[in-house]
């Protein structure tokens, strides 16, 4: 079962408090995601440290119910 749009924002947002997300739905299939993750928790980040905040946010979601996101990320 893919994973809803509004269940990535909601686990994204409960670990990055303050977090701005815009999810679009890429395929129509509610399984390829792109994401816009502006975060002030990114500050200072290499974008791969901004990136691995999201992923640990998802919780080992990817490549399971989530199975593809394109993540763009934004400090803050």
């Not at 999810?23 to 990136?51: C, E, K, M, N, W």
């Amino acid at each position: 079962m893919p994973m809803a749009a509004a269940d990535i924002e909601s686990a994204i947002v409960a670990a990055l408090p303050g977090a701005r997300v815009e999810i679009t739905d890429l395929a129509g299939d509610g399984d390829h995601y792109a994401a816009v993750v502006t975060a002030p928790q990114f500050a200072g980040l290499s974008r791969v440290a901004q990136q691995r905040l999201v992923y640990n946010a998802l919780g080992g979601r990817m490549g399971g119910v989530l199975h593809a996101l394109k993540l763009t990320t934004i400090p803050a």
